[in-house]
DNA sequence: AAAGCGTGGCA
DNA sequence: TTGCCAAGCTT
């Protein structure tokens, strides 16, 4: 969960699936959907997939989480950062987990001029020596808990608060003043803009149309209303009409933004006038109450168009 | 190996 | 408003 989310994000999450799911076993026999239903906002979904299938292997196993690095990246959606934060916190052994913090401490610690993320390799190689310390190796778990904690609160990436910083006096960027210059970014390529149309189709008895995404590619296996694919441009009504095959009469409802990590997405919505006689029951067409929604996986892009269309 | 993959908070 | 960034992993 913690995978490029924030603490604050991530701990009523956190403590909802502890309660439904108090072990391993729990959580290994519960079904994908429920797991998938219950990670509805927390985004990066191919995340849950991977908690759900990585618990089963650990429970296949004999259910015993491995104490060995190389085993640990064998498990699905664990790799070089989790697998040491796991065994320096949860198994006291030396390891350093290098995440974003641990990475600008670093650089800004030796001064690091070459610019993420080519630099990220030889920051590893630095990072790995922080803990050549009697006491650090002593509580490697602490260790690394405390440098999470310096990054989040005192080395920050704006504004780092070098005069409270207990590493201060060993710090090459602040002795050179230059802290808050480090670390260096690449510049990034600019976000495009996709286009889409999406349906707002309720039928008699006040239900809604969802479909289910594919399990691959964005918000995978995430519930939606009949979208059109996202293009470079918005569709035609008639377009998506077409495309979604939910024929009927609409009124436009509005635009929607949203912003993706690597997009930026307009959403043109328009809703279906009366009630629809076209839909049949089949795999891909799924009507559910509103109050039932919380059984599935749905993205924040998906509520808020449902919020948007409700209230227009 | 570079790109794909969400969302929310904050400057 | 926009851009940055967060306890990264996978392909």
């Not at 959580?27 to 927390?42: F, R, S, V």
């Not at 974003?100 to 800004?108: D, F, Q, S």
């Not at 409270?164 to 006096?169: A, G, V």
């Amino acid at each position: 969960m913690l995978q490029q989310t924030q603490v604050s994000t991530v701990i009523p999450y956190f403590n909802n699936f502890i309660k439904n799911f108090p072990t391993l076993n729990d959580m290994a026999h519960a079904p994908l959907d429920k797991i998938m239903a219950m990670w509805t906002g927390l985004g990066y979904y191919s995340r849950a997939r991977n908690l759900h299938r990585c618990v089963q292997e650990i429970v296949k196993q004999g259910g015993a989480v491995p104490k060995t690095q190389e085993a640990l990246k064998a498990l699905p959606g664990i790799g070089e950062y989790t697998s040491a934060a796991i065994l320096s916190i949860g198994y006291n052994q030396p390891y350093v987990p290098i995440d974003g913090n641990v990475e600008r401490i670093t650089a800004r610690l030796f001064a690091v001029q070459e610019p993420l993320p080519s630099s990220k390799p030889a920051l590893a190689m630095l990072a790995k020596t922080l803990n050549n310390h009697e006491e650090a190796l002593v509580r490697p778990g602490d260790f690394a808990q405390g440098l999470f904690d310096i990054g989040a609160t005192i080395c920050k990436p704006k504004n780092p608060l070098c005069l409270i910083c207990p590493l201060s006096d060993v710090c090459k960027a602040h002795q050179e003043k230059i802290a808050d210059l480090l670390p260096k970014k690449q510049k990034k390529a600019e976000k495009p803009t996709k286009f889409g149309v999406s349906l707002f189709i309720q039928n008699s008895q006040g239900q809604l149309l969802f479909r289910k995404r594919p399990e691959k590619g964005v918000l995978a296996g995430t519930m939606e209303l009949p979208s059109t694919i996202w293009s470079e441009q918005f569709p035609s009504l008639e377009q998506a009409i077409i495309e979604t095959d939910c024929k009927g009469e609409y009124k436009k409802l509005g635009d929607i933004k949203h912003v993706f990590t690597h997009f930026t997405l307009k959403i043109r919505l328009y809703a279906l006038v009366g009630h629809p006689d076209f839909i049949t029951q089949d795999q891909k067409n799924i009507w559910l109450d509103l109050k039932e929604l919380h059984h599935y996986p749905c993205s924040t892009l998906m509520r808020k168009m449902i919020a948007y269309s409700v209230k227009t």
